[in-house]
Each structure stands twice: as structure tokens, then as C-alpha cells.
């Protein structure tokens, strides 16, 4: 069961979804008519030239060649139609310097060789992408992402360029800190559930390998980062990382051993902070989304590692904004936050 009545929160958001539904169709449609088709008119463009100078052409100076001595480097002379013509004037007057404009160094690129050419060229299109959808982006985490939080808990607040810090992550031991060294995210919630502090935001975990003139950026872990403070203070530290402990311990359910490996010098902390019915949660959270998650438990904080493979707060490109999918997921993952905060209050 959710813990948000989803036909009653988007019967009551209505009027804010059909405006922001507007608004993404008007983008998606700017987004087409800008980047999607000059793209696509540059493609048959360059196979037009290609036929039109180079393989026809030759195909000619062969054929006339049987029986014919031309001279050499005269080839046959072939009539471009004018609408060719136009097209071309449009690509070296209008769309090259469009994209010239969004990224200036692109002439620098071609020295970077093929893969590092293409590559960029993808950035060119994504950075286009963002400029077009960045203020819609913020629009619907403004009015769609907060209604949410306010119907779950009224104390929940999203602070949608905010994330959670490197030195919170780094307190959890999920990665030791000579693993990575940045770290980048975006929508921050925060706020109280039932009197205890909870804190969660995407983040991404790069480890970035710096040279003379260019470094490389090696993605290491990407999802949702959550924090919840425990009812009282404890010192101890156990999860599923071997930074924290070699010592692999059993807890009292054999589905949740076999999901979750967890390690820990003090056996009995574990066992009392850790209850059955929050085992039986976390084992009930894999079977029913297929995704397995870290965790660790380090002085008074109960940290929550969901790994995923793409952002979760965008609104859809493609999707109607009343697409109920759009929020189970999502709402999902805060429902095993809020329950793990009940169970440990019970502990």
C-alpha cells in the first residue's frame, strides 16, 4: 500500500500538472524542431554531397573513360539542384554557428581524436537538453515534488540543487575515502519522522583521475543516499562493508543473511538495533522492487544506499505528468525510509 493516495494527490494537483504538461509539450517541441531535425537534415545532407561530388562523379569519368581518354583531373561537371544548394547554406550560416554557440571550444575537439570527438558531440545535444528542460525541471519539483512530501509529512522539505555532503557519506563506511574522491547530487529532502532526523538525496560517487591535459572521470556508485538519525546514542558500527569489520555475523533470518552480508565487531549491538520486523522490511523491499541496497549503522546514524542507473526526481520527457509510475518508485523508496524509522523507534 502507498503512503500517499495517489488518485486523490493528482486530483488535487490537477491544474498544476495540465500547466506543466503544457509546458513539457511545448519543450519537447522546440527541443525537435531545434536539435532533433537540423540533425537529421545534416545526415541526408552529408550523403547527398557525398553522392553528388565524390561517388557520382567517378562513376562517370569510368564510364566515359571506356573508350574515352579524358584528361587528367577533369571530371564530369554535374548540376546540384538548388533545394541541395539551400541546404547547405543553412548548415555553414545557421545551424553550425547554433551549435558553435552552445559549445565554443567544439573546432578544439576534432584534435581529440574520433572517440573523444563523438562523445562530446553527445555532450552537445545533452547540454542543449539541459538548457531547454532545466527551469520545467525545476517547475515540477517546486510544485509536484513538494505537494508530495507535504502529504507524507508535513516537515519534509526539498531543496532541489542541494545533496548530501561527502563528509555525511563518508561517516557511513559504505566506501573507504581514498575510493573516491567527488562527489555530485541534487534533491535534498529533510526533515523529522516521528521526532527522529531524516536526511536523503541522489548522489553520484566519481573517483577522478587527473592528467597534464585531460583526466578521466570513473563513475563508482549512483542512486539514493539516505540518513536516519537512531532513538538514542549508540557506539558501535556494523553494515554490509568490509571497511567497517572483517567479522561476518548472522542475524536472526536466513532470507535476510543471504541478501544482506552484514560485518561487525559487537554481535549483540547489531542483534538489538536491528529487530525482525526491520529485517523482514528490508528483505520484503528487495522482493518487491528486485533491488538490492547497503547499509550501514555507525554511532547514532542509520545509513541507506539504494543503487540506481538514472536520476529519479526528472519529470518525464515523453510521459504524461499523470502517469501514476512516475511516483510509485519513488514513493516506494520513501515508504522503506519511513518504516525503518518506525521499526527502530520500536528496537
Given at each position: 500500500?502507498?503512503?500517499?493516495?495517489?488518485?486523490?494527490?493528482?486530483?488535487?494537483?490537477?491544474?498544476?500538472?495540465?500547466?506543466?504538461?503544457?509546458?513539457?509539450?511545448?519543450?519537447?517541441?522546440?527541443?525537435?524542431?531545434?536539435?532533433?531535425?537540423?540533425?537529421?537534415?545534416?545526415?541526408?545532407?552529408?550523403?547527398?554531397?557525398?553522392?553528388?561530388?565524390?561517388?557520382?562523379?567517378?562513376?562517370?569519368?569510368?564510364?566515359?573513360?571506356?573508350?574515352?581518354?579524358?584528361?587528367?583531373?577533369?571530371?564530369?561537371?554535374?548540376?546540384?539542384?538548388?533545394?541541395?544548394?539551400?541546404?547547405?547554406?543553412?548548415?555553414?550560416?545557421?545551424?553550425?554557428?547554433?551549435?558553435?554557440?552552445?559549445?565554443p571550444p567544439l573546432p578544439i575537439l576534432l584534435f581529440k581524436g574520433s572517440l573523444?570527438?563523438?562523445?562530446?558531440i553527445i555532450s552537445i545535444f545533452v547540454s542543449i537538453k539541459k538548457s531547454f528542460?532545466?527551469?520545467?525541471?525545476?517547475?515540477?519539483?517546486?510544485?509536484?515534488?513538494?505537494?508530495?512530501?507535504?502529504?507524507?509529512?508535513?516537515?519534509?522539505?526539498?531543496?532541489?540543487?542541494?545533496?548530501?555532503?561527502?563528509?555525511?557519506?563518508?561517516?557511513?563506511?559504505?566506501?573507504?575515502?581514498?575510493?573516491?574522491?567527488?562527489?555530485?547530487?541534487?534533491?535534498?529532502?529533510?526533515?523529522?519522522?516521528?521526532?527522529?532526523?531524516?536526511?536523503?538525496?541522489?548522489?553520484?560517487?566519481?573517483?577522478?583521475?587527473?592528467?597534464?591535459?585531460?583526466?578521466?572521470?570513473?563513475?563508482?556508485?549512483?542512486?539514493?543516499?539516505?540518513?536516519?538519525?537512531?532513538?538514542?546514542?549508540?557506539?558501535t558500527a556494523f553494515g554490509t562493508s568490509t571497511n567497517i569489520s572483517d567479522n561476518?555475523?548472522?542475524?536472526?533470518?536466513?532470507?535476510?543473511?543471504?541478501?544482506?552480508?552484514?560485518?561487525?565487531?559487537?554481535?549483540?549491538?547489531?542483534?538489538?538495533?536491528?529487530?525482525?520486523?526491520?529485517?523482514?522490511?528490508?528483505?520484503?523491499?528487495?522482493?518487491?522492487?528486485?533491488?538490492?541496497?547497503?547499509?550501514?549503522?555507525?554511532?547514532?546514524?542509520?545509513?541507506?544506499?539504494?543503487?540506481?542507473?538514472?536520476?529519479?526526481?526528472?519529470?518525464?520527457?515523453?510521459?504524461?505528468?499523470?502517469?501514476?509510475?512516475?511516483?510509485?518508485?519513488?514513493?516506494?523508496?520513501?515508504?522503506?525510509?519511513?518504516?525503518?524509522?518506525?521499526?527502530?523507534?520500536?528496537?
Amino acid at each position: 500500500m502507498s503512503i500517499i493516495n495517489l488518485d486523490l494527490f493528482l486530483a488535487e494537483t490537477e491544474e498544476d500538472l495540465l500547466l506543466l504538461n503544457k509546458e513539457r509539450k511545448w519543450i519537447l517541441l522546440k527541443t525537435i524542431l531545434l536539435c532533433i531535425l537540423p540533425a537529421i537534415i545534416c545526415l541526408f545532407s552529408g550523403v547527398f554531397v557525398l553522392f553528388a561530388y565524390i561517388i557520382n562523379p567517378i562513376t562517370l569519368f569510368w564510364k566515359n573513360g571506356q573508350g574515352t581518354h579524358l584528361p587528367v583531373g577533369h571530371l564530369p561537371q554535374i548540376n546540384i539542384p538548388w533545394t541541395a544548394e539551400l541546404v547547405h547554406i543553412f548548415i555553414i550560416l545557421i545551424y553550425i554557428p547554433i551549435l558553435m554557440g552552445v559549445l565554443p571550444p567544439l573546432p578544439i575537439l576534432l584534435f581529440k581524436g574520433s572517440l573523444g570527438f563523438f562523445s562530446n558531440i553527445i555532450s552537445i545535444f545533452v547540454s542543449i537538453k539541459k538548457s531547454f528542460w532545466g527551469d520545467y525541471n525545476l517547475d515540477f519539483k517546486r510544485v509536484v515534488i513538494q505537494k508530495i512530501l507535504s502529504c507524507i509529512n508535513p516537515t519534509l522539505t526539498h531543496f532541489p540543487l542541494s545533496q548530501i555532503s561527502e563528509r555525511e557519506f563518508s561517516y557511513s563506511y559504505l566506501l573507504h575515502s581514498s575510493e573516491f574522491n567527488n562527489i555530485t547530487g541534487d534533491d535534498l529532502i529533510e526533515g523529522k519522522i516521528d521526532n527522529s532526523s531524516v536526511k536523503l538525496s541522489e548522489i553520484e560517487i566519481n573517483y577522478i583521475d587527473k592528467g597534464k591535459e585531460y583526466y578521466d572521470v570513473y563513475k563508482l556508485w549512483q542512486g539514493l543516499f539516505i540518513i536516519i538519525d537512531l532513538p538514542r546514542h549508540t557506539k558501535t558500527a556494523f553494515g554490509t562493508s568490509t571497511n567497517i569489520s572483517d567479522n561476518k555475523i548472522l542475524l536472526d533470518n536466513t532470507e535476510f543473511n543471504e541478501l544482506f552480508p552484514v560485518y561487525a565487531e559487537n554481535t549483540t549491538e547489531a542483534f538489538y538495533i536491528l529487530p525482525s520486523n526491520l529485517l523482514e522490511r528490508m528483505v520484503n523491499f528487495v522482493r518487491k522492487t528486485g533491488r538490492k541496497f547497503d547499509f550501514s549503522v555507525v554511532d547514532d546514524k542509520f545509513y541507506i544506499a539504494i543503487p540506481y542507473n538514472r536520476e529519479l526526481l526528472e519529470p518525464p520527457i515523453f510521459k504524461s505528468l499523470f502517469d501514476y509510475s512516475i511516483y510509485e518508485e519513488y514513493l516506494t523508496d520513501l515508504e522503506l525510509a519511513i518504516g525503518i524509522v518506525e521499526d527502530l523507534k520500536l528496537a
